[in-house]
């Protein structure tokens, strides 16, 4: 399938869904629309994705593409009104427009007319099913052996130490699942549930339904986490995947330098601490274990320093410990299979 | 204001929302409705609450009513056909009816149309307001001394624990709020917002917002706990308004006998456990310790056996502890004041 990707004024910085598909998603990326990089490629900007132009908007993609990915999420999830031709125009040639945004384009007159009239698609991810119920607290049994990712905070590199974990060990061969809980890992994917969306009570349900669903047909499965366990607004997210998913082993994600709470004023407790607050918090629902740590080095200037950091991480949460972005993730991997 | 109690079936040892209402809301309940014990007053069934007949259905129940209360909740939440009549009777008199339900009577096209044509009002409990958003993790910055009921699992006696402790409170002349955060609570309070039907992104946003509502105009503010931190479906909506509530206190709320998860196949951790759980999980945002226990007694014999059961309690826990429907909250609340 081909796709664009919508990332004016962002990429690639502020534009971590954009990044995410172009790293991860089996999408054939045709374009990123950005106004402000008009006229540069991907490859200009990020190493090691695979390569793009970069366009001013849509009228510029050539017309065999097939979606439009908004690749953006401002503070809010609010719908920028400049995105508007670009949406209309993907929409007026018949091509689909996926979106993990707060604000639902299925729900915005226009667009639902267009899509209507010209049969494209439009594809809400953070919409969650209406069909959702409260967990059973039955996960234990499946076959599967469940490995779910948490963090010390938001935007540590969950998704992201998930995808790579899963892509591995498929790539050795095991029989892999990956469960998207979030609006990256959904567009990625091309299903889950965005647990940040749905209510309180049917959170861990929602969770377990995918779960369940993964671990029939497969040997592993792979949950991505979302925010902390310590976070002041998210915790709840936190914890309804933890208990929902009702992990075998879990793995720690961190990235370097982080101390305190990504946009609160509010100090992070000591890394070390996040395994025994996890498995704590984890232990009366499910026993599960931090078997090993992935450490998002991307502040970090030189290789060196960042096996240094690595180590240190290691050392500190007492497991194996790797970068799955910077080293792969092997390291962790050798420990879960 | 008068009311009628819809509890069929039910009243009283699983119409929790009825007997809470009978204990403790300011309204005058002139009648339970509970098609099996017709003819029977409350205080054949239920010592120490306001006195009311219990009639067959709303057409037995003086016309003076200004509304009809479900005070029943079925697993689910679903509404169930045979109280269609009651329901209907009410609105043609312009009597209005709340609810705790899951199913939203006020989406109901023909209970809808009724109170749009006789001027009655539905009033869903469970629905959150539309206007919420993530939290901004500032309680700390209101003076008020904030104390957070918490629990070892679902019905374990928070809501009653909490509201005892905010009537105590009012009564020794302390300038005390009680937040509700669950449908009960907020039938009785007559405001509030039910955490579990809010979205989990704005769970710990709604609860903040309701802290720091009643902070801004009390000394002390009561925050009604919801579920536990051990619990496979719920741990998140608890997550939630322990994080969201920013609380100075907790009070660990606890059955005596409850050894495992009420529904689930699941052990309690041990009850001297929660004091640590429930510190290490609110520390990293809010410095808040369990300063008191409160022990649920209903299902011991005598006052002896209870008082032998609550000081069990204290023990474990290493603090105050009360069972605030048989003894009285004062022992707790003196560690708060």
């Given at each position: 399938?081909?796709v664009?990707l919508?990332?004016?004024?962002?990429?690639?910085?502020?534009?971590?869904?954009?990044?995410?598909v172009l790293?991860?998603?089996?999408y054939d990326v045709v374009?990123?629309?950005?106004?402000?990089?008009?006229?540069?490629?991907?490859?200009?900007?990020?190493?090691?994705?695979q390569?793009a132009?970069?366009?001013?908007?849509?009228?510029?993609?050539?017309?065999?593409?097939?979606?439009?990915?908004?690749?953006?999420?401002?503070?809010?999830?609010?719908?920028?009104?400049?995105?508007?031709?670009?949406?209309?125009?993907?929409?007026?040639?018949?091509?689909?427009?996926?979106?993990?945004?707060?604000?639902?384009?299925?729900?915005?007159?226009?667009?639902?007319?267009?899509?209507?009239?010209?049969?494209?698609?439009?594809?809400?991810?953070?919409?969650?099913?209406?069909?959702?119920?409260?967990?059973?607290?039955?996960?234990?049994?499946?076959?599967?052996?469940?490995?779910?990712?948490?963090?010390?905070?938001?935007?540590?590199?969950?998704?992201?130490?998930?995808?790579?974990?899963?892509?591995?060990?498929?790539?050795?061969?095991?029989?892999?699942?990956?469960?998207?809980?979030?609006?990256?890992?959904?567009?990625?994917?091309?299903?889950?549930?965005?647990?940040?969306?749905?209510?309180?009570?049917?959170?861990?349900?929602?969770?377990?339904?995918?779960?369940?669903?993964?671990?029939?047909?497969?040997?592993?499965?792979?949950?991505?986490?979302?925010?902390?366990?310590?976070?002041?607004?998210?915790?709840?997210?936190?914890?309804?995947?933890?208990?929902?998913?009702?992990?075998?082993?879990?793995?720690?994600?961190?990235?370097?330098?982080?101390?305190?709470?990504?946009?609160?004023?509010?100090?992070?407790?000591?890394?070390?601490?996040?395994?025994?607050?996890?498995?704590?918090?984890?232990?009366?629902?499910?026993?599960?274990?931090?078997?090993?740590?992935?450490?998002?080095?991307?502040?970090?200037?030189?290789?060196?320093?960042?096996?240094?950091?690595?180590?240190?991480?290691?050392?500190?949460?007492?497991?194996?410990?790797?970068?799955?972005?910077?080293?792969?993730?092997?390291?962790?991997?050798?420990?879960?299979?």
């Open positions: 399938m081909k664009a919508l990332a004016h004024e962002k990429f690639p910085d502020r534009a971590k869904t954009a990044v995410g790293r991860y998603a089996d374009a990123v629309l950005d106004r402000n990089n008009d006229g540069t490629r991907v490859s200009d900007h990020v190493p090691d994705v390569d132009p970069v366009v001013a908007s849509m009228s510029d993609v050539p017309d065999d593409v097939d979606a439009l990915i908004v690749g953006i999420s401002p503070i809010g999830g609010a719908f920028d009104e400049s995105w508007r031709p670009d949406v209309r125009n993907a929409l007026e040639r018949g091509c689909d427009v996926f979106s993990g945004l707060h604000y639902f384009l299925g729900e915005d007159e226009e667009f639902a007319e267009l899509a209507a009239e010209h049969g494209a698609e439009l594809w809400d991810v953070r919409k969650p099913p209406e069909d959702l119920g409260v967990a059973d607290g039955v996960v234990d049994s499946v076959d599967a052996t469940v490995v779910a990712t948490v963090g010390t905070d938001c935007s540590v590199g969950k998704m992201t130490a998930t995808r790579e974990l899963y892509e591995a060990a498929r790539e050795e061969g095991l029989d892999a699942a990956f469960v998207a809980t979030g609006q990256t890992g959904i567009l990625i994917e091309g299903e889950g549930i965005p647990i940040d969306r749905v209510v309180s009570d049917f959170a861990a349900g929602a969770v377990e339904r995918m779960v369940l669903e993964a671990g029939a047909d497969h040997d592993y499965v792979f949950v991505e986490g979302q925010a902390s366990i310590v976070h002041p607004a998210y915790s709840g997210v936190t914890a309804s995947i933890v208990h929902g998913a009702q992990p075998d082993h879990l793995v720690l994600c961190h990235e370097a330098g982080r101390d305190s709470v990504h946009g609160y004023d509010q100090q992070l407790p000591p890394v070390e601490s996040f395994v025994d607050r996890y498995e704590s918090f984890a232990g009366p629902v499910a026993d599960a274990d931090v078997i090993g740590g992935m450490l998002n080095t991307r502040g970090v200037a030189d290789d060196e320093a960042a096996r240094e950091a690595v180590a240190d991480f290691a050392d500190a949460i007492g497991a194996p410990a790797d970068d799955p972005v910077r080293f792969g993730p092997d390291t962790v991997l050798e420990v879960i299979r």
